[in-house]
């Protein structure tokens, strides 16, 4: 006899895919959710860089979009390993607080020093939280196989 619980961590094929789907929904996110962020902000005067920055980053000169596509990426499969045993809303919340936290003291204490920027709180916890609002609801809609 089989006994199931609620709160299983997924076979081993499944978290593979749970962390693909969460840097696919990641670097997604990133388009649409902080980048959609970052045009509201920017419509404000809250951020002096238009969304979609095509310029070059150092030291590869990769577009920004691109990089910070790939940044969320790298966060999203982060996400997924660290949440695997959430789903729904509950999901989308703890990926929006995620979000909003760690990419946040990541940007003020490594990449502003790194790059010799200030980082506005407001700014990182509004794009970073809309992140990963986008992160968790992409990863509650398409993270789990639907049972046969």
Excluded: C
């Excluded at 760690?102 to 992140?131: G, H, M, Q, Y």
């Amino acid at each position: 006899m089989r006994t199931h619980t609620l709160n299983r961590y997924p076979a081993r094929d499944e978290l593979v895919r749970w962390i693909l789907v969460g840097a696919l929904a990641g670097a997604a996110a990133v388009l649409v959710f902080h980048q959609g962020a970052i045009a509201i902000l920017h419509s404000r005067g809250m951020v002096p860089s238009a969304p979609y920055a095509l310029g070059p980053t150092k030291p590869f000169g990769i577009p920004v979009i691109w990089s910070i596509a790939f940044w969320g990426a790298i966060w999203g499969a982060v996400l997924a390993a660290s949440l695997g045993r959430l789903d729904g809303l509950a999901l989308a919340a703890a990926a929006t607080l995620f979000g909003a936290i760690l990419p946040t003291l990541v940007a003020i204490f490594v990449v502003a020093p790194l790059k010799d920027r200030p980082v506005s709180l407001v700014v990182a916890l509004t794009v970073n939280a809309a992140w990963g609002l986008g992160t968790g609801l992409l990863l509650a809609l398409f993270g789990r196989r639907n049972p046969q």
